[in-house]
């Protein structure tokens, strides 16, 4: 993989093996990288030249200005919500910290809520990353730190005691270390067929609580389908097909309207941007409506829309179009290789999961001056409930996502580098779990600085919604 334009002073001489390379090669450069940048140095970040409302409000230069407000009044509701929205301060904090330059295609957004159960084109519900807006070459440890410091704050907001969120980050980290160097050891293909089916998670569930929670997880999967959300989401007007407007959060409006503009040449785009099989799978469908869809925290203000499309006039299959802007990490990694950024994004999801929606793909809608990824509304996606877990539930939840990160890393890098610099001691496990509890502290200041702006009128938000 290119480098990713780490540019810290101890990733810039750093030039790793190429993959072919003996396995004892690659592994002892990834040790050699502990010089440059131990692995005790994971925990810090840097708070420099930093204002967290003035970061959030240039992460909104590109959003509909009257949906910022439900963006806020969301992240407003808790530190973790907080935490959901607030990728562009992370990156902030920590695209300057020390680094051992070791490059990966990571997530960029790797929180646990990113986490969970998707279909596989046979059908297979597997389990992994499943959200990939901030998707970029990057530093292998951002994702880390990322996901440590959404366990500690998940933790926190079931108040669970401090002992008690380290060793739920101390699980992810262990689990990911350990899987990395079982990772470093798996043959190319092997690694590139390997995949977290649901059914093992179940299998592997050492509680009733956890065992439960999966299977329910399974069950409702089965109904997130175009099929099962059609009656739900479609009435008919005049004897046509159209999506029920519930706003604020679904609706129509200008923005389809400008879209509708665009949709010959994004959708012929778009169709040219997918394998020759499934422009011949696309061509049974036609669109017969689009509304605009208000989605997630961090996503809350950028362009969305629901497609519904119709095969034979009676298959329905719903589309989402979504707005894809510049990696938040970019300023820190590089400018991505792609002049779109539904391409960024739709190619580091194809690397980093085990098996991605058959209908993903990019175009550009000229009129709006924005790219969008495109995939499935419905197939199969769900993700668990994260803020209701118990301390059993998020200790093995962790043990489930940090084998994900790992395997979706040994993808997107060369894992062999990342397990020599990982090794097999705790010391990146201890100084991650430093790091998550640092950042848990941070994290509430900056939830209670948005308090604060909302409440002396520096930012509006409507505090009347939360999360979908």
Request: net charge neutral.
């Amino acid at each position: 993989m290119a480098k990713a334009g780490v540019t810290k002073k101890s990733a810039s001489a750093f030039s790793e093996p190429p993959p072919t390379a003996l396995r004892a090669v690659r592994l002892a450069a990834g040790k050699e990288r502990r010089r440059a940048c131990p692995r005790d140095d994971l925990d810090r970040f840097s708070l420099a030249g930093r204002d967290p409302i003035d970061i959030l409000e240039a992460s909104n230069a590109r959003r509909v200005p009257e949906l910022v407000p439900i963006r806020y009044g969301r992240m407003a509701h808790s530190p973790f919500n907080f935490y959901r929205g607030a990728a562009a301060l992370m990156a902030h904090d920590i695209g300057k910290s020390p680094t051992p330059g070791i490059c990966s295609q990571i997530c960029g957004d790797a929180h646990l809520g990113n986490f969970g159960g998707f279909a596989s084109p046979e059908r297979v519900l597997l389990f992994g990353l499943n959200d990939f807006d901030e998707t970029l070459p990057g530093a292998f440890e951002w994702d880390l730190k990322r996901l440590a410091g959404s366990f500690h704050v998940a933790a926190r907001e079931q108040s669970l005691s401090e002992a008690s969120a380290k060793n739920i980050v101390l699980r992810m980290a262990q689990t990911y270390r350990q899987r990395m160097q079982e990772t470093a050891q798996m043959g190319a293909l092997e690694l590139w067929y390997a995949r977290i089916d649901l059914d093992t998670l179940i299998n592997m569930a050492q509680s009733s609580d956890t065992r439960r929670q999966r299977i329910e997880m399974a069950e409702r999967a089965l109904h997130h389908t175009s099929d099962r959300a059609y009656p739900k989401l479609v009435e008919v007007v005049d004897g046509q097909p159209r999506i029920q407007d519930r706003p604020p959060l679904l609706y129509h409006g200008a923005i389809t309207t400008d879209f509708y503009k665009d949709i010959r040449a994004f959708w012929h785009e778009y169709v040219s941007s997918m394998p020759e099989e499934r422009r011949l799978l696309l061509a049974r469908y036609e669109i017969v409506d689009v509304a605009i869809k208000v989605v997630g925290v961090g996503s809350v203000g950028t362009r969305c829309a629901v497609a519904l499309l119709l095969g034979g006039g009676v298959e329905p299959l719903f589309l989402q179009f979504k707005e894809a802007d510049r990696s938040v990490y970019e300023r820190w990694a590089g400018r991505s290789a792609y002049s779109n950024s539904g391409q960024r994004v739709v190619v580091g999801q194809r690397v980093m999961q085990a098996a991605s929606d058959i209908f993903l793909g990019w175009a550009h809608a000229p009129h709006l001056g924005a790219d969008f990824y495109v995939r499935q509304l419905r197939d199969m996606k769900i993700s668990l409930v994260c803020e209701h877990m118990s301390y059993n539930e998020l200790l093995e939840y962790a043990d489930a996502c940090g084998w994900a990160l790992a395997r979706a890393h040994g993808k997107g890098s060369d894992p062999a580098v990342i397990a020599g610099y990982l090794g097999r001691n705790d010391a990146f496990d201890q100084a991650l779990a430093r790091f998550a509890q640092a950042y848990a502290d941070q994290n509430e200041k900056d939830h209670r600085a948005l308090l604060r702006a909302i409440k002396s009128g520096r930012i509006l938000a409507d505090r009347n919604e939360t999360t979908e």
